[in-house]
């Protein structure tokens, strides 16, 4: 199975991973290993394919789901044996299928910038920030706990942190957080940024804009 799902994600076809997913629900474990490929890009396939099939199972079979988000939560600890990088983001994308049907998970994703010891957090910070700007108003009141932490993520010496703090804040309907710092928006350190199926490289100023023109 894991061949033929990374063959889809090759071809983008997240949508027919989806629909495998609705009478195969090992689709979702499958899924979680492809997030490790190599391959940036289908690694990111694989966490937009699991939000879209998380949704599918949903449907008839929400604690399946829930047990996936528990494994992928549990899979941020080293107790587990084998981290995965980005279940931050492959949290979050189910999240944003299903808000209401997990919201006790919201608070979990959005608190794990401030609740992870920083030893951790370095790895995961840009998916971290990636991950609650992909919840977006979903977050709600659980988003000024963690302000701070966002807003200390603008002078990270990481573009890539940088720039998923100037996504988040846009995400978030924060953008007037970025009006005083010119200094972002002057910013051309590369960062990497899925889109509509594609990784590409952009820049944190780039990324300043976009937010502020969503305004």
């Known amino acids: 199975m894991k061949a033929r ?19 195969k629900r090992r689709v979702l474990g499958t899924l979680v290993s492809l997030t490790y490929d190599a391959d940036s890009q289908i690694a990111w396939r694989a966490v937009e394919a699991m939000g879209l099939a998380a949704d599918r199972v949903a449907r008839d079979n929400p604690e399946y789901v829930r047990n996936h988000l528990r494994r992928l939560y549990w899979l941020l600890s080293e107790e587990s044996g084998g981290l995965c990088w980005r279940a931050p983001e492959a949290m979050a994308e189910i999240l944003h299928h299903q808000p209401q049907q997990f919201v006790d998970y919201v608070p979990i994703v959005v608190s794990l910038i401030t609740s992870m010891a920083d030893e951790d957090l370095d790895h995961f910070r840009a998916g971290v920030l990636w991950a609650i700007g992909r919840l977006g108003p979903a977050a709600g009141d659980h988003v000024p706990a963690v302000l701070p932490a966002i807003h200390s993520a603008l002078d990270d010496s990481d573009p890539q942190v940088r720039g998923m703090a100037v996504w988040c804040l846009g995400q978030l309907g924060l953008a007037q957080h970025l009006a005083d710092r010119p200094d972002l928006l002057e910013d051309q350190e590369p960062v990497d940024f899925y889109e509509n199926g594609i990784l590409r490289r952009t820049s944190v100023g780039e990324l300043v804009r976009r937010a502020s023109s969503s305004r």
């Open 5 to 23: 799902l990374r063959e889809l994600l090759d071809q983008g076809q997240v949508e027919r991973i989806a629909d495998m997913a609705a009478g």
